[in-house]
Each structure stands twice: as C-alpha cells, then as structure tokens.
Nanobody, 126 residues
C-alpha cells in the first residue's frame, strides 16, 4: 500500500553533514495521513529509532544521541520526509531506513512500522 525510497546517504568525515530524503508512493496514497520515522542499524547492533514526525509535523521525536544534531522535517505536498544530519560522528555510521505505518504516542514510536524503505548507507570516518 505504501512504498518508501531513501536517498542521500554517503561517506562523510566526522563533523560533516548529510541530508537524507525519503519519498513515499503508492496507489491512492495519502501521505499526509502517515506518521514517518527514521531508523538505523549498524552491524552487530539492534535497529533503533532515530527520529519521528507526526502526520501534521507538529510533533517530533529524537533519540538522545542525535538531539541537537539532527532535524527531521516533512513536505507533505511532495510526499517527502527529510533528515538533516549535522556534526556527524563515527558512531552515526549505519544503514538508515525510512519507515511508516505506526502509532506515535507520548512522543515515541509504538510497535513495529508496517512499511520500510530499502535503506541508505551513512558512513562517517574518524
């Protein structure tokens, strides 16, 4: 019902910046009705939620390690989700996934999202 595609990953030195994008598509998709989130997973580690944004964009969530460095936003007219990543650190290195189809309650992601993108690799060198 929903297809997600990420872009914008790459290799950057510590202290640098990247902007990730996620475009949603699908038959009869009403993008503005979906909460959206970014997850990441590094080799040998569990997948973790990085950031999330509510349907209307008024509520956001950031994991503690990225607070003050990452900014999530969305442009519903373009069916696009963004993650601006500044002051990147080596520990930010991971595969980043866009996700939707979940509840966003009390400022956090509830349950496992139903829809996932293919992922985009972010690598931060020391």
């Amino acid at each position: 019902q929903v297809q997600l595609a990420e872009s914008g990953g790459g290799l950057v030195q510590a202290g640098g910046s990247l902007r990730l994008s996620c475009t949603a598509s699908g038959p009869e998709l009403i993008y503005s009705h979906y909460n959206m989130a970014w997850f990441r997973q590094a080799p040998g580690k569990e997948r973790e939620g990085v950031s999330a944004i509510s349907v209307g964009g008024s509520n956001t969530y950031y994991a503690d390690p990225v607070k003050g460095r990452f900014t999530v936003s969305r442009d519903n007219s373009k069916n696009t989700l963004y993650l601006q990543m500044n002051s990147l650190k080596p520990e930010d290195t991971a595969m980043y996934y866009c996700a939707s189809g979940f509840q966003f309650e009390a400022g956090h992601i509830v349950g496992v999202p139903k829809y996932w993108g293919q992922g985009t690799q972010v690598t931060v060198s020391p």
